[in-house]
Nanobody
Framework: QTQLMESGGGLAQPGGSLRLSCKASGVILSVFNGSPLGWYRQAPGKERELVATFLGGGDTRYADFAKCRFTVSKDNTRRTIYLQMNSLEPEDTAVYFC???????????WGQGTQVTVSS
């Protein structure tokens, strides 16, 4: 059974940085490396939105707000995906979710989310 566990959220000041991690359990390497795998976020009163994701293999897609500030990376050996967030803004305050779409099929797995708050 697939489990996604996020960590690394917390409070950051505007202009600061945070690094989120998501450990995938119960996922074989071919799924981890060959499937859409990435990060979404949901702010209060707003819909969940894409932040950054691997499309399957090495290609990535970033939301416009994440380009040049956020970087998604992964460690296949550790079955862990990361989101390095720099130059944080109050508008980045949200719950950040890890997402896996095995082989791009109809199944979507989500983590429980980790809160990121950007405030002075």
């Amino acid at each position: 059974q697939t489990q996604l566990m996020e960590s690394g959220g917390g409070l950051a000041q505007p202009g600061g940085s945070l690094r989120l991690s998501c450990k995938a359990s119960g996922v074989i390497l071919s799924v981890f490396n060959g499937s859409p795998l990435g990060w979404y976020r949901q702010a209060p009163g707003k819909e969940r939105e894409l932040v950054a994701t691997f499309l399957g293999g090495g290609d990535t897609r970033y939301a416009d707000f994440a380009k040049c500030r956020f970087t998604v990376s992964k460690d296949n050996t550790r079955r862990t995906i990361y989101l390095q967030m720099n130059s944080l803004e109050p508008e980045d305050t949200a719950v950040y979710f890890c997402h896996l779409n095995p082989y791009g099929n109809s199944q979507h797995d989500w983590g429980q989310g980790t809160q990121v708050t950007v405030s002075s």
